[in-house]
Every structure is written in structure tokens, then in C-alpha cells.
């Protein structure tokens, strides 16, 4: 992004915070007053990765819609499951920072993490089928995972999102 396209405004009310918005061509940057310049700029370069970042998740995801992701669990619950669960909503939400995916079996509603939306198809489905999975059985118990176990590979996409937890 070229420099003149930043914005950086200070308030003497704000301590400690940073945050960043897209003002159509402008980032706009809001800082405390009292931040050095050198700080400025280290955190100029933090949001603005963190805007790329969220606004290549959110490209991913609307690649990705919920008509696709009902569409792919539909898919997973028949080769997998023998098609018993049947979800009445499957749908990407934002607001999971410490959860990939959840389930309502009472109204049949799942969703996942938009954070799952940059990560490959694979491990979408597993967490898919993961909650799809919660459809049957509701508890994480042996037979819980003897259903999700089903699934190819399923030890290797728990390891995987395990890894992007620890960081």
C-alpha cells in the first residue's frame, strides 16, 4: 500500500490501544498521542498486515459461501456418516476467536469460524464433519469419535489445527 494512503490519528484519551479501519483508499490508524514515532511506525505495519489479513479471510470466505459450505456438508454427511445428519443451517460467523466450529443439535444449526476460510478444503471438512458428527451424538465420547474417525485422515487434521492453535 503506498504511504500517502495512511492516515494516523492521535488522541490524547486513547492509552493503549491501536485499531485500524479502510476509509475506501485510506487506512486510517488510531494511536495514543503520546506513542514515539518509531512506535508509530512499527504499528503502522502491524494493522496494516492485520487488515490484509482480515480482508483475505474475508475474500476466502465469500469464495466459500454458506450455500457451498451447506452444499459440502450435505456431501461429507452421506459419504461419511451415511447421511443421518442433516443440518437445517451451516454458515460462516465471525465471532468464534477460540472455537473452529459449532453445533446446535436441538435446531440442527452449525457453524463454523471464518478463520477456517484461508485454510485448505481439507480441514474444513473436517470440522464439518466434527459438527456434523455432534448431529448423532452429542458428547465427545468414544462413540462421538468413532463417527468423526470416519473421516480419512481425521488424527492428521486434529494435529493440524492443534499446530495453528500453538502458533
Sequence with gaps: MPEGSVAVRRSARRRRT???????????VLLPARMSRAEEQRWIAIMLERLATQERRSARRAARGDAELGRRAGELSRQYLGGVPKPKSVRWVTNQGSRWGSCTPVDGTIRLSDRLATMPG????????????????????????RL?????????????LLGVVAG
Design 18 to 28: 491501536v485499531s485500524a479501519y479502510r476509509d475506501g483508499d485510506r487506512t486510517i
Design 148 to 160: 468423526v474417525d470416519a473421516y480419512p485422515k481425521a488424527e492428521r487434521d486434529r494435529g493440524y
Design 122 to 145: 481439507w480441514v474444513v471438512d473436517y470440522v464439518l464433519v466434527h459438527e456434523l458428527a455432534h448431529l448423532i451424538e452429542i458428547g465427545h465420547g468414544p462413540r462421538f469419535y
